[in-house]
């Protein structure tokens, strides 16, 4: 299967790298290009991509706006949005997930790590870089923790779903997780599969984020 990839970036030399670097790998295609938010927003309606590369400083739209109208429209639930950015700063990091994005990578990634991570989104797995990964749980270490029997969204899961979303919230991958709780990694990700679609999230980053926002894990 090919993953189709658009690429939302106002600085025609990183287009032309990006795709370059893309085209090696024989499962993805580069099927079109933007060079402002709302090109890419045209475009993601027009092309149906699997995965947009998303900058966040462009003319007009900004990239975080057009993220956020890209998750919206229930037209394009299917395409995933990847921020790819030289600011890895907490306000673009918070802002870029909260309007829904599924990777949060900055543009110094390594040419394999940018393969891997269109691959993974495109799958339906959410990426964040490590120091990405990292801020997010400073972040929320600063909050209040409330306290997740007073929440009742988490009444949806049962109580191995709720086991598996406080693994991956603490950072384990799907074979990490089937360790840990003696089952297959296949189950590990039915688990989560199963969370995402009861809790009304978009994919993995946002789970991460319910729970700690419900208390369901508690950073450190």
Do not use: C, W
């Amino acid at each position: 299967m090919t993953i189709r990839v658009l690429l939302a970036d106002d600085q025609a030399l990183v287009r032309a790298g990006f795709r370059s670097l893309l085209r090696r790998a024989r499962t993805i295609e580069v099927v079109g290009e933007a060079t402002t938010g709302d090109e890419a927003v045209r475009a993601a309606k027009t092309l149906l991509p699997d995965v947009v590369l998303m900058d966040i400083r462009m003319p007009g739209l900004d990239g975080l706006s057009a993220t956020a109208q890209i998750t919206a429209d229930p037209a394009l639930a299917a395409v995933k949005v990847i921020i790819l950015t030289t600011f890895e700063t907490d306000e673009y990091i918070f802002s870029a997930l909260q309007a829904g994005a599924s990777g949060f990578l900055t543009k110094e990634i390594e040419p394999d790590e940018l393969r891997h991570a269109v691959t993974a989104v495109a799958a339906g797995d959410a990426l964040l870089s490590p120091s990405v990964t990292r801020r997010v749980i400073e972040q929320f270490a600063r909050r209040p923790v409330p306290n997740p029997s007073n929440d009742s969204r988490l009444e949806v899961l049962t109580g191995r779903e709720r086991e598996v979303v406080q693994l991956l919230a603490s950072g384990m991958s799907n074979e990490d997780i089937a360790r840990a709780l003696f089952i297959s990694p296949l189950t590990a990700k039915t688990h989560i599969t199963r969370a995402i679609s009861k809790l009304g999230v978009r994919d993995r980053v946002q789970l991460v984020i319910l729970a700690y926002e419900t208390g369901l894990i508690k950073p450190g």
